[in-house]
């Protein structure tokens, strides 16, 4: 029996803690075949990113109509499209399908991956095809325009068809971390979940919305798959909470356990 296929469009990461690799990885480690279509090249380790190296839009577009053309793609999940080009692209090929867009646009490290043409793209033309929208707190402020909380920033941004999930959560707290969801026409909800203290938390944010996009594949609602998506996370930062791997920021495991 074949297993659902997803899709990321996202950047590499040539440190293997975010963007397709981390993509791809969570894909496989949840059941589901994944397809990849990258955007950029970064040159990337857990201290920052030190090169970018977007790939032309034409190219972009040939793999989207090569997974297309020849799989059937269950859900889509966006990361860093770096351009409102790219943006565009992704509304064109992509509205109507399930799709997961992770709004990248300022790395971990601080790296600017989209300037304001890329977040006016994302509010004009992406986010009204999106099935769900999962920034984080600070992307989320940034999509808005101000400063707010998680709750209200998450029900402003929600529209007529997109649901938003502002993910929640400070990598040194401890107790529990709040993302609060916001569907259409609903008023916004806690989803709790265990807080894990780590500094190995680079490539959290990829993880967790291909993790919810896994879910969706399999044909998961969208708050089930939100709690499944965030009890993955807390798993592997669980796993990844004393590694000391990298200089900076070191990274959530993308491995499991071996039987």
Known sequence: MNPPVALTIAGTDSGGAAGTAADLATFAALGVHGAC??????AQD???????HAIPVATVEAQLRAVFDDLPVAAVKTGMLGSAEAVALVVRLCAGRPLVVDPVL???SGAVLGGEDVRRAYLDHLLPVATVV???L????ALAGHDGSPEGIAAELANA??????TGGDPEATGTCTDWLAEPGRPPIPLTHPAVPTKNDHGTGCT???ALAAHL???APLREAAEQAAAYVTRQLTRSQHWTLGRGRGPIAHTKEIA
């Open 134 to 136: 999962t920034p984080n």
């Open 37 to 42: 279509v990258i955007t950029a090249v970064t």
């Open 138 to 141: 600070d992307e989320a402020r």
């Open 161 to 166: 068809k997109s649901a938003v999930i502002v």
């Open 46 to 52: 857990t201290t920052g990113v030190s090169d970018i």
């Open 217 to 219: 594949a399999h044909g």
């Open 106 to 108: 300022v790395a971990t």
């Open 208 to 210: 967790y919305s291909s």
